[in-house]
């Protein structure tokens, strides 16, 4: 088979562009049709250059595009031996695509195979589950951090937006990792001192600056840490996790209240009560009410129906 891209435009516009225009006129129901038709191309597409983003098929990519618009360039413009070099070229393009992208067309195909079709198409996990898991890391950092005697500001957001905390900071945006937030609290590094923001399963932000409570309000003997952990508690919902750097000990600020020196396993449970399960506990009694109200409300229309 051989691909001519220097081939008649104006036959084949004639013969296929304007051919399907008058279909599309004749029978209407076919612009759904197409409309489907060129929506699943282009999430394949998508799908295709999530997929090779970052990897040397990334950069590849952009060669394979110069050279085939090249080889219509070369057609167009009659080259003909530059073009009959160039087809020739694109006539073995299948084999090396396959060849160029075998690690990344090996990959999805063993998501398909494993039924992992959410991964595939960019869905991420369960949020529930996926919540679970970054308070998992978090513990093991904290941990980490409390053995070595390392202080630490950890702030959970939750429905109250801290937007102003996070903008004294810096943005990270990145997974929550146990690695990077044993990092980021390593003394004498530039994100070291101040306080983390994980929001939306992401570590926004470091080095961020919180309000402190008031004296008044705190025992004498704890530190900054614990007072800031404690204003931001109370100023919003906030789940706040300390490590002192003179003990080691790890405490919990919730609702301007300390839970002090928890242990690991207290620390994971109070964690996942407060940031999962009240959070889906809520969400999912208010679809369960919703769906009530709209069941009692379509009995209600259909007995008034009926009675009229």
């Known amino acids: 088979m051989v691909i001519n891209l220097g081939m008649n435009w104006e036959n084949f516009f004639n013969e296929n562009i304007l051919t399907y225009i008058k279909s599309l006129q004749e029978n209407p129901f076919e612009l759904i049709t197409l409309i489907i038709d060129i929506s699943i191309v282009l999430f394949l597409c998508y799908c295709f250059f999530r997929i090779v983003r970052g990897s040397r098929a990334g950069q590849l990519i952009k060669g394979i595009i110069l050279l085939i618009i090249a080889t219509w360039v070369s057609g167009l413009l009659n080259f003909k031996i530059l073009n009959w070099i160039l087809t020739g070229i694109m006539n073995l393009g299948v084999i090396a695509i396959i060849v160029i992208f075998q690690p990344e067309l090996r990959r999805a195909l063993e998501q398909l195979g494993t039924n992992k079709l959410t991964r595939f198409f ?73 306080a983390v923001v994980i929001s939306g399963n992401k570590i926004t932000a470091a080095a961020c600056v919180l309000p402190l409570a008031s004296d008044k309000d705190i025992a004498r003997e704890l530190g900054t840490r614990h007072r800031a952990a404690i204003g931001t508690s109370k100023e919003s919902d906030s789940i706040v996790v300390v490590v002192s750097e003179e003990t080691g000990k790890i405490s919990v600020a919730k609702d301007g209240t300390l839970i002090a020196d928890v242990r690991e396993d207290v620390l994971k449970k109070i964690l996942i009560s407060n940031i999962v399960t009240k959070r889906f506990a809520v969400n999912y009694e208010e679809r369960k009410n919703r769906l009530k109200e709209l069941s009692q409300k379509f009995k209600r229309e259909k007995k008034t129906n009926e009675n009229n």
């Open 122 to 194: 960019g869905i991420d996990k369960d949020l529930s589950t996926k919540t679970k898991e970054d308070i998992y890391k978090v513990v093991i950092a904290v941990t980490e951090l409390a053995k070595t005697k390392t202080g630490a500001l950890i702030v959970f957001e939750r429905d109250i937006k801290i937007q102003d905390i996070v903008a004294t900071g810096i943005p990270i945006n990145a997974d929550v990792s146990p690695q990077l937030l044993v990092n980021i609290f390593e003394p004498k590094t530039p994100l070291h001192d101040g």
